[in-house]
């Protein structure tokens, strides 16, 4: 083999493992990330607590279900004045007296 064969295979050898090398980091980095995330919060309750991607949609959905249960055009008549004030309760509205009907 010539000099310059050689020293290209050389090149590309350390392309090639410069590259394998940027790809760990980069695997190491998400790793270390993903193992952040699933740390414990101690008080979900501190402002800290930021849903997970996994966590935004069910949530969504839960206070739509919520806020269907005040609408008196949707399920409002069907449950409870107790059901109704859960669901406030759960929307962080205040509750409201029973009305004496």
Do not use: C
């Amino acid at each position: 083999m010539s000099e310059d064969a050689i020293t290209n295979l050389q090149r590309r050898v350390a392309d090639l493992e410069q590259g394998r090398d940027q790809q760990a980091l980069k695997t190491t980095l998400k790793s270390q990330a993903a193992q952040q995330q699933a740390q414990p919060i101690d008080n979900p309750n501190s402002g800290l607590y930021a849903p997970l991607r996994s966590d935004t949609k069910p949530l969504i959905d839960l206070a739509a279900f919520a806020r269907r249960l005040l609408n008196p055009d949707d399920l409002a008549h069907a449950v409870t004045h107790e059901v109704r004030n859960a669901a406030r309760r759960a929307l962080g509205m205040p509750e409201v007296r029973e009305y004496d009907l």
